[in-house]
């Protein structure tokens, strides 16, 4: 008997927790999924079940001819790995069948006993036509998920969402001193319309980058960018960033000259910005608190809110989300957001400002909660015209006076995340 391949086995079982387990990727990372392999070897690990939960639902359809019924988890798992490496990476049949069945036999006595299956249904999965595999629709959102996007967006911008989430998220930047031309010339991207740099295809290690060590730019999505640029920090004013971690928008304003506090409840989340802000030479105050219970000393100018959310506008990049989240957990979400942002009001000083943002597609999340603000908050005034920033088009800002961003805008680019931004001034 082979032994089986130490890469694909870790791949298995982050696999099997997502989708049995209910965790994150990175609660499993956390714990400790991937001790013992090599760093290229982690990596290649997380990409294969990155990869594979992404095709989730194009390998179940390929599968479910050829199984009368529903096997261990565990070789559930090792199945849609196969299948995916088969039909998407289009890697040797041999060898993937191979090693899926060694794979199989060495989680023990059922394994052995369904080795000769795998064998069989996967030899079956290799026949399947490029053009089928290729023909498949974009895996479906959990219905839980689909039917509140369906009640906000409507049928066809969700479909166009679920093709964005295949696609899969680009490789964004942002440029210390905002010279994006020289960045994208120096590392072969292209310049968004927003300012942000875009790279194409897979980088390898991030920290092998030019111009990483010297803290030249930091990885961020275009979305997630502009929320600092609507908050448009200026040099010497007091700006606090709640939520802050992993601190990319406090990175954005200690650049453009903000004093900045940095406050968020978790210590390790922390620790990323930390090493960020000694990595990049800029500086802020951060603090460990809940913002809840957390008393400045003086006021501020201004205020970045990037709350806590279901994150369901960062899917394309983390596959794994629609089977880790708990739909009963919204309601706890959407009230903490909304005694955030009253907390937040009370830390500005009077003429200030308060961005609001959530990586969410929810609108219970975004245009909901800035519609109750400014009713439950009669001073409060809505800002639209601070959304009015290159690349961005007049067409993302609501009603209510926010920008609504979602993954199916900039197709042609590369995609987005999905994002809600609203500034507001007392």
Request: net charge neutral; hydrophobic share 50%.
């Amino acid at each position: 008997m082979g032994k089986a391949d130490p890469v694909r086995q870790a791949a298995v079982g982050l696999i099997a927790g997502v989708t049995e387990g209910h965790a994150t990727l990175s609660d499993l990372l956390a714990a400790g999924a991937l001790v013992g392999l090599s760093p290229p070897e982690r990596a290649r690990a997380q990409r294969l079940a990155t990869t594979t939960l992404r095709q989730l639902g194009r390998a179940d359809a390929v599968l479910k001819p050829h199984l009368r019924r529903p096997p261990p988890a565990e070789v559930l798992a090792a199945l849609r790995l196969a299948t995916v490496e088969l039909l998407e990476e289009t890697a040797a049949p041999h060898g993937v069948v191979d090693a899926a069945v060694t794979l199989v036999r060495a989680s023990g006595p059922r394994g052995e006993s369904l080795a000769g299956l795998v064998n069989a249904v996967l030899r079956k999965v290799a026949a399947t036509p490029p053009a089928a595999w290729a023909a498949l629709p974009p895996p479906a959102l959990p219905s839980w998920l689909r039917g509140r996007l369906m009640n906000a967006w409507g049928k066809q911008a969700v479909m166009a969402m679920e093709a964005a989430h295949l696609r899969g998220a680009a490789f964004d930047l942002t440029p210390k001193t905002g010279d994006a031309v020289t960045l994208a010339a120096a590392l072969g991207g292209v310049v968004l319309a927003t300012g942000s740099v875009r790279l194409a295809g897979q980088q390898g290690q991030v920290s092998e980058l030019p111009g990483y060590a010297s803290g030249d730019w930091w990885v961020q999505d275009a979305a997630a960018a502009l929320v600092a640029r609507v908050l448009a920090p200026v040099a010497g004013e007091r700006v606090l960033d709640l939520c802050a971690a992993p601190g990319g928008k406090t990175l954005q304003l200690a650049a453009a000259g903000a004093v900045v506090t940095a406050l968020d409840i978790s210590a390790p989340r922390m620790q990323r910005l930390h090493e960020n802000l000694a990595r990049t030479g800029l500086r802020a105050e951060v603090v460990v608190a809940d913002a809840l219970a957390w008393v400045p000393e003086q006021g501020f100018d201004a205020v970045l809110l990037d709350a806590p959310c279901s994150a369901t506008g960062t899917i394309r990049r983390h596959p794994d989300l629609p089977h880790s989240r708990d739909p009963a957990s919204l309601r706890g979400l959407y009230e903490l957001q909304a005694a955030l942002i009253d907390r937040a009001l009370g830390f500005l000083k009077p003429g200030g400002r308060l961005v609001y943002a959530t990586c969410s597609l929810l609108p219970e999340e975004g245009e909901a909660q800035v519609a109750a603000a400014l009713a439950h908050h009669p001073d409060l005034r809505s800002d639209p015209a601070a959304l009015a920033l290159p690349g961005v088009s007049p067409a993302w800002i609501t009603p209510e006076g926010g920008l609504r961003l979602r993954p199916d805008y900039w197709p042609e680019a590369g995609g987005m995340d999905g994002f809600y931004i609203a500034r507001l001034r007392r």
